[in-house]
């Protein structure tokens, strides 16, 4: 998989939107990108993926740059239960591709 | 998920014993996976399975084994666990979803084991 660059931490106040970043310059024209978060010790949960198109679900919107270089995950009103570290992830998408997760960003929403 | 239970949720053992945790699920998937985190770090693969008769080093397989012995269940083992091996497991089931955004496999992950080597 592709190697992604995501911040550390973030720091989002409760109720506004949080703008999760990822750097991804060498995606290559097979590969989604993938976003799971994981809260404190729990297994981690997918969100969302997309290739090129902008995407949307009930729990997050993943913006995705024309030249697929970078992304953002949106949570459009953060709530103190989306404190958790975001793991950005590309991927090919087969059905026998594995998920190769980084440190992620440890987002967190203060009230 | 409740669909995906793993046992023990903790364990401590010494050096030299032989571990097994267990995994279980539900979902009647056919893809399964074994992960371990430590502190501060990402998960990586262990050992992955796509079907009952399918059996796949991961990223950092060395001195971990793996059993599939039913499409519901896979577990891993530590012949002889050692300090560094002390870390947080996780297994995930996945199936192949083909949409018209391609084939995808959302993985589903269990709670976690703790396993503490003395």
């Known amino acids: 998989d592709a190697k992604t660059t995501q911040p550390p931490s973030m720091d989002c106040a409760e109720g506004r939107a949080a703008n999760l970043p990822c750097n991804h310059s060498?995606?290559?024209?097979?590969?989604?990108v993938y976003w799971y978060r994981q809260i404190h010790s729990q297994g981690p949960q997918y969100i969302i993926h997309?290739?090129?198109n902008n995407e949307t679900n009930e729990m997050a919107s993943l913006i995705i740059t024309e030249d697929r270089k970078s992304s953002t995950l949106i949570l459009p009103h953060a709530t103190l239960r989306d404190t958790a570290v975001y793991y950005c992830?590309?991927?090919?998408?087969?059905?026998?591709?594995?998920?190769?997760f980084g440190k992620g960003t440890m987002l967190l929403v203060s009230p | 998920d409740a669909d995906v239970t793993q046992t023990p949720r903790n364990r401590i053992t010494k050096t030299g014993k032989r571990i097994m945790l267990e995994c279980s699920q539900t979902?009647?998937?056919?893809?399964m996976y074994w992960y371990r985190q430590d502190p501060g770090l990402g998960l990586r693969l262990i050992y992955y399975?796509?079907?009952?008769?399918?059996?796949n080093k991961g990223e950092i397989s060395d001195g971990y084994s793996v059993s599939r012995q039913a499409q519901a269940k896979f577990s891993l083992s530590l012949e002889s666990a050692i300090p560094n091996q002390t870390a947080l497991y996780f297994c995930?089931?996945?199936?192949?979803?083909?949409?018209?955004?391609?084939?995808?496999?959302?993985?589903?992950f269990g709670p976690g084991t703790r396993l503490t080597v003395l």
């Open positions: 995930a089931t996945s199936d192949s979803l083909t949409t018209g955004t391609g084939t995808y496999n959302e993985q589903f």
């Open positions: 060498t995606i290559s024209g097979n590969e989604y």
């Open positions: 997309g290739l090129k």
């Open positions: 992830i590309v991927r090919v998408n087969s059905g026998y591709s594995t998920l190769t």
């Open positions: 979902k009647g998937h056919d893809r």
């Open positions: 399975s796509f079907d009952v008769k399918d059996i």
